[in-house]
């Protein structure tokens, strides 16, 4: 959807954005510059987006759904412990997600990492597909973002405007890795080329190692952005 807006009101201090330059620039955006009490920085704020064709049409960003998350379970078996920690921990990524515009999610808040929020969707995804369908459950399916020479295409080539479809797809590759697993043993095994037999069980013990790791990146990425804090 696109609305006519007035001309930007660009403060005397900063350079006027020219179409095809960065939105999320700090030189054009007061919100985020630097504020004038010394070591004080301005948290990162929602805005709308120019247009590349004309900086005067502005276009409304798509925002992440708010998720509410589930506990994993305080008793039961191993298979529903694993489980549950796995799903934790999925669904703790997009809470860290929830709210933010897409431009916001690509935004390398923390340099000179080049970690987003955008890029952590992307990273996990690929490696949802690569341990449950690809490894354990032999399928033969494509990698999704990594190609030969630029192996962390995941985190270097985000793009806000495949946020929503990239949220998505990893929506999608979740039910997926659910359903390579259906109903096999934690005891099953395929036979990985550099470190021989591994387990399923060791697959579920690595993922929930994997969603934590990343779920401590998304909380320095997000309080950088907006401030939030929180679990």
Known sequence: MHATAAPQTVSQDLPALQPGEDKLDPRHDPLIRRGRQRDRELPIRARLVLNDADPYICRMSWIAPEVERVDEPFTGDERSTLEGFLERGRYTLLHKCGGLTAEQLALRAVPPSTLSLLGLIRHVTEVERSWFRQRFAGQDVPGIYSRPGKPDADFEDVDPRQAEA????????????????????????????????????WILCHMCSEYDRHNGHADMLRERIDGRTGT
């Open 166 to 201: 990239t949220y998505n797809l990893l929506l999608n590759e979740w039910d997926l890795s659910r359903d390579a697993i259906c109903g096999r043993s934690l005891d099953e095994t395929f036979t990985h080329p550099r470190f021989g037999p591994m387990s399923l069980r």
